[in-house]
């Protein structure tokens, strides 16, 4: 299993920084944050885009696994710029994009379903996979499994999120995973202090969740995907690029134990 980290941990600072501070860290794999409001290290309307990020990519010696875009996929002009994101993910050669399903519950069931359909035949024609996150009202792994399946698309999988799925569910992450078997292709190592609603999000190791457990029933079915290290701490909580660092290494560090 590759373990990476997601640039978004470094959402105040540079895609530059990010990038060094993930690799100093020891990490070999990357996710970079494509996310407009919350964090946008690259942006695939902008020309320049491609020839930057594979220059910092080689300064720093990570690969590039996958762009995490969160976006509310029913609306259109957010599903355009995510099908830009997907064009994008082709040309630098990666395999997944990560996304939310968008917002709503079941009644924007059938809205969601033509979404999704539509940006299958995206993933389609650029050879790319959107890895669907548990969020919001569907933040299960058997609700997105579900949905999957009743939209019958191809190229779209779950990434599994297992703080979301208690922050937002109240789901415990090594029981909901399970559902998600079918369709699990990418998993977010993101941890959790609290109870469903908490925005409390440690570096990996230093909160409550069991990471052990989930890391042994992975084994079990033979996943050989990315183990993507994710670290949103509190609301209102700021870091020092050195704290970052730190954190984002003792999350490697957690996870290089349990493996």
Not at 117 to 131: I, Q, S, T
Request: glycine share 10%; hydrophobic share 40%; proline share 4%.
């Amino acid at each position: 299993m590759k373990i990476a980290a997601c640039s978004a941990i470094y959402k105040d600072f540079s895609l530059e920084e990010a990038l060094a501070g993930i690799a100093d860290a020891g990490y070999r794999f990357v996710e970079v944050a494509a996310m407009p409001g919350w964090c946008e290290h690259v942006d695939p309307h902008k020309p320049e885009t491609v020839d930057t990020l594979r220059r910092s990519l080689d300064k720093t010696g990570l690969a590039l696994v996958a762009i995490s875009a969160h976006c509310d996929l029913l609306e259109a002009q957010q599903r355009g710029k995510l099908m830009d994101t997907i064009a994008l993910a082709q040309a630098l050669g990666c395999g997944f994009v990560v996304t939310s399903p968008g917002a709503g519950g079941d009644d924007r069931r059938a809205e969601r379903i033509r979404a999704l359909r539509e940006l299958d035949a995206c993933c389609g024609r650029h050879g790319v996979k959107l890895a669907l996150e548990p969020h919001g009202e569907l933040g299960g792994g058997a609700l997105l499994s579900e949905l999957i399946e009743a939209a019958g698309t191809e190229h779209v999988c779950i990434n599994y999120d297992t703080a979301n799925v208690l922050f937002f569910m109240g789901l415990d992450p090594l029981s909901d995973i399970k559902a998600a078997q079918a369709r699990l292709a990418h998993v977010h190592f993101k941890d959790k202090r609290g109870p469903k609603g908490v925005w409390d999000f440690p570096p990996v190791g230093q909160g409550e969740l069991d990471f052990g457990k989930v890391i042994g029933w992975l084994r079990e079915i033979g996943y050989d995907g990315c183990i993507s290290v994710e670290i949103e701490f509190t609301p209102d909580a700021k870091h020092t690029y050195a704290q970052l660092n730190a954190a984002v290494k003792a999350s490697l560090d957690h996870v290089k134990t349990l493996l």
